[in-house]
């Protein structure tokens, strides 16, 4: 069966610090993968996805950039923090096919001081 | 643009009893899915139920099942048998149809709180 991974789960960064969460995926081949960030008491927001490795898009402008280096692999990054950072990640993955259902990793909490 | 409403903020229920949660949508497509995720106080997002569109046939997943009225565009799940485990934000979600379309684009409704209990 599938599974997907991401970490840290917690992290307190000061303003300014880079960033990088990173999450796996075990049990698929050429996965689509997708980082969400979800504000208190809201639904989520995707910020980038990818269909394959090293093609990757935004679908919000911001202070972040998203890596798939490998076929399983994709990592969230920053070169500098904000405070409007903060919130709740998380990574998720879909099989290619329309409309098909999307998986969430346990979330990550960023918390930026 | 897409638009999911639920318009109740908390339900709460006992257990045993049954609960219906409501969720209206907005959408020109014809070709859509549609999915209820629970979110319990973990804040990991998990598929509840998922429908498509072109199905008149309701999905049921064990105590869950969803009442789909295309025409009306509306999209309720019921919780039948409720259980403390329960206990989560529930939110209902949109995904347009078209390969390229469904890539990770899920449209949100605001989510309801349910809480069981005893």
């Known amino acids: 069966s599938q599974t997907i991974h991401q970490w840290p789960a917690t992290l307190v960064q000061p303003v300014g610090s880079p960033l990088s969460l990173e999450c796996t995926v075990e049990?698929?081949?050429?996965?689509?993968l997708y980082w969400y960030r979800q504000a208190a008491g809201r639904g989520l927001q995707l910020l980038f996805y990818s269909v394959g490795i090293g093609q990757i898009s935004s679908e919000v402008p911001q202070n972040l950039s998203a890596s798939r280096p490998q076929d399983r692999q994709f990592i969230l990054s920053s070169k500098k923090l904000l405070l409007s950072d903060s919130g709740f990640y998380l990574c998720?993955?879909?099989?290619?096919?329309?409309?098909?259902?999307?998986?969430f990793g346990e979330g990550s909490w960023l918390t930026v001081v | 643009a897409q638009t999911v409403t639920q318009s109740q903020p908390e339900m709460s229920v006992q257990e045993a009893e049954t609960v219906t949660l409501s969720c209206t949508y907005d959408t020109s497509e014809n070709n859509y899915y549609l999915f209820w995720y629970k979110q319990p106080p973990s804040r990991q997002m998990i598929l509840v139920i998922r429908?498509?569109?072109?199905?008149?046939q309701n999905a049921t997943e064990n105590r869950f099942s969803v009442n789909f009225q295309k025409a009306a565009k509306s999209f309720s799940l019921k919780i039948s048998d409720s259980q403390l485990g329960d206990t989560a934000m529930y939110f209902c979600?949109?995904?347009?149809?078209?390969?390229?379309?469904?890539?990770?684009?899920?449209?949100f409704g605001a989510g309801t709180q349910v809480v069981v209990t005893p």
């Open positions: 429908q498509e569109a072109y199905k008149q």
């Open positions: 979600a949109f995904m347009k149809g078209g390969v390229e379309d469904s890539w990770g684009k899920l449209q």
């Open positions: 998720a993955w879909s099989t290619g096919l329309t409309g098909n259902t999307i998986y």
């Open positions: 049990g698929t081949s050429n996965p689509n």
